[in-house]
């Protein structure tokens, strides 16, 4: 659903082919481990849930235009993380990382399931990069998001 199943797929392959000291190793100072960039992408979704969440709840609808989120995989383009959704330690190893994103996935499939699609495109808030997205960019986002720090965890490891 909004591709979200494929993208984690990919992810979650990757993550678990790192040991979990691997992957709480930082490649400079200032970078996150793999730990924090699967901390962060928790975070991330939460958040997103939580927005989503104000959005439906606030009942103001509003349209925008459609984004082109998939250019979210672009890592040249740089957007400082809010404090909100940077890593502050909460995984030790990856399998710890993989539940708490199992459970901000259920989250996000328990909000949207029975969701009419008019509810989800006419409810907006904002992107740092993007500028207002409806519900159901912000749902794909997050598999978009997932796909940019899958690039990022593939570069911290060949940098340790």
């Known amino acids: 659903m909004y591709g ?3 993208k984690r797929k990919q992810l979650l392959e990757y993550a678990r082919e790192i040991s979990d000291e691997q992957a709480s190793l930082k490649p400079a100072e200032g970078k996150w481990s793999v730990l924090e960039i699967l901390e962060h992408l928790y975070l991330m979704e939460q958040l997103v849930v939580y927005q989503i969440k104000q959005a439906i709840k606030r009942g103001d609808t509003q349209q925008t235009s459609e984004k082109p989120i998939h250019r979210t995989t672009e890592r040249d383009y740089k957007v400082e993380a809010p404090e909100s959704v940077r890593p502050k330690g909460a995984f030790q190893t990856i399998a710890e990382a993989e539940d708490g994103l199992e459970k901000t996935r259920e989250a996000t ?9 008019e509810t989800l495109k006419n409810r907006v808030f904002p992107h740092p990069a993007f500028g207002d997205m409806d519900l159901i960019q912000w749902i794909e986002f997050i598999g978009w998001h997932e796909l940019r720090h899958l690039d990022q965890m593939k570069e911290t490891v060949e940098a340790l």
């Open 109 to 117: 499939l328990f909000l949207i399931h029975n969701k009419d699609e």
């Open 4 to 6: 979200l199943d494929e």
